[in-house]
């Protein structure tokens, strides 16, 4: 199974990006956007998991859930990696600093003792709203972007995280929630 580590978005925040989206994609671009349904902030690619290895990582999964509080997250900002002037991958911001760094380091951890390798790349909380395909029609989605470069989707408030399926198909992921874990007070 491939296997993610992530943060769902509430109805509201996710109606605003599907807006945003729709816009995004009335340009003639040869980006490919992230269906509504799929947008999430990854806390930690796990990759291929077995299934012998899925009962201990939920075990600490639910262990750091129930050490963890809730807390505020906030979509603003627009930009792309490796940067806005040529983009491979074009994001949304994810702001709850300090929590949501120590949420994710909270799950690093853990699961590099359980033989999850930990990520080298440092933290950097995006919604990953499209990838690039062709450079075709870039320019005017390059100008949107930096139009909109203090968009915000709106804050909402974390009481928990997933785990997920990812399961690629010819039309793109498909992603299935395997479990949620809910945070302290989150309930």
Not at 11 to 21: D, F, G, S, T, Y
Not at 120 to 131: D, I
Not at 150 to 165: M, Q
Request: proline share 7%; hydrophobic share 40%.
């Amino acid at each position: 199974m491939r296997l993610f580590i992530a943060l769902e978005l509430s109805e509201e925040i996710r109606q605003k990006c599907r807006a945003l989206l729709g816009d995004l994609a009335s340009l003639n671009s040869r980006v490919k956007w992230v269906s509504p349904p799929n947008l999430h902030l990854t806390l930690k690619f796990l990759g291929q998991v077995s299934e012998t290895e899925i009962p201990p990582l939920l075990r600490v999964l639910h262990q750091v859930a129930e050490d963890f509080p809730v807390f505020e997250l906030n979509f603003s900002g627009l930009g792309a990696f490796p940067r806005l002037e040529r983009p491979q991958i074009f994001w949304m911001r994810g702001e709850g600093e300090p929590e949501l760094s120590r949420l994710q380091k909270a799950i690093e951890t853990p699961l590099e003792a359980l033989g999850f390798p930990r990520e080298e790349r440092a933290f950097s909380p995006h919604l990953t709203l499209g990838r690039v395909k062709e450079e075709k029609g870039l320019r005017e989605v390059i100008q949107k972007f930096k139009e909109r470069s203090n968009y915000s989707a709106g804050k909402f408030t974390v009481r928990d995280f997933a785990l997920f399926e990812s399961q690629l198909q010819p039309a793109g992921p498909v992603y299935r929630v395997i479990e949620k874990f809910s945070l302290r007070g989150g309930n």
